[in-house]
């Protein structure tokens, strides 16, 4: 991006930057490690947004971060119509996968003050705007608000054919069935958990680059069984402080189903078999 030139990094809201360098951090964002005033900070900048653009992450991380570790938002703007999130430095370590399942049941054990489901702000994406409006129906917030919308747009981009369609209604019916006898807290959930989105500083796992809902848990559980990187040890140490429920195996996939549909949105038909190997237990 050819704005993100000295001149650019000089308006950052520092006394004295002393360097700036690209750094890997993901497909959505330009990431940068910045050295300014002493000390070191991770930079995020999206192209053409305003600074709201951020909010929803910067919401996501204070409210995880009220129970475990998570990078701490420094400054947040917008700078010749780019924009920013600076968060202080994370140094990777060493970590265990046991004190990672403990923090992941620890946000889980956060239920939401309204007992609803939802978030206090929305989240666009590339392909839609997530709409976290609260709802006190569990299974009317996963059809309406993530499912249905998701759905429409694998149709508008032509990845979608009746053969999913049909299976897809009666993946609808039975998630309805279920949850229509069974009742959900609205636990906080980091809404993207995939092994991409943790990290071990200071010896410590640390969740970073949340998608913050508050929703079943058993959404984000799902997300760790999509791409592994998650080892017994995690779901051992989870399981001890937050038993899961029974039959969780069973219903996974509803779930799986999600995470699986957004990549063939995004990345089209190489990941269709994964979605309809899910669409035919339906």
Known sequence: MSTLN?????????KQLTS???VSGGDINESYRIEADGRSYFIKVQPNQPAKYF???INGL???GKVTNTPTPVHNGEINGNAYLVLNWLDESTGSQADLGRAVATMHQQYSANNQFGFTDNHRTKALVKDNSWNSSWRDFYVHQRLLPEVQVASDRVRWNRWRQEHFAQM???????YQGHDIRPSLLHGDLWAGNFMFANDQPYLIDPDAVYGDREFDLAMTTVFGGFDNDFYQSYAAQYPFTPGINDRLPWYRFYYLCMHLVLFGESYGGAVDQILAQY
Do not use: R, S
């Open 20 to 22: 700036y360098q690209p």
């Open 172 to 178: 609808v019916k039975q998630f309805n069935a279920y």
């Open 6 to 14: 000295h001149q650019w990094f000089q308006q950052l809201p520092f």
């Open 62 to 64: 204070k409210a995880i």
């Open 55 to 57: 909010a929803h992450e």
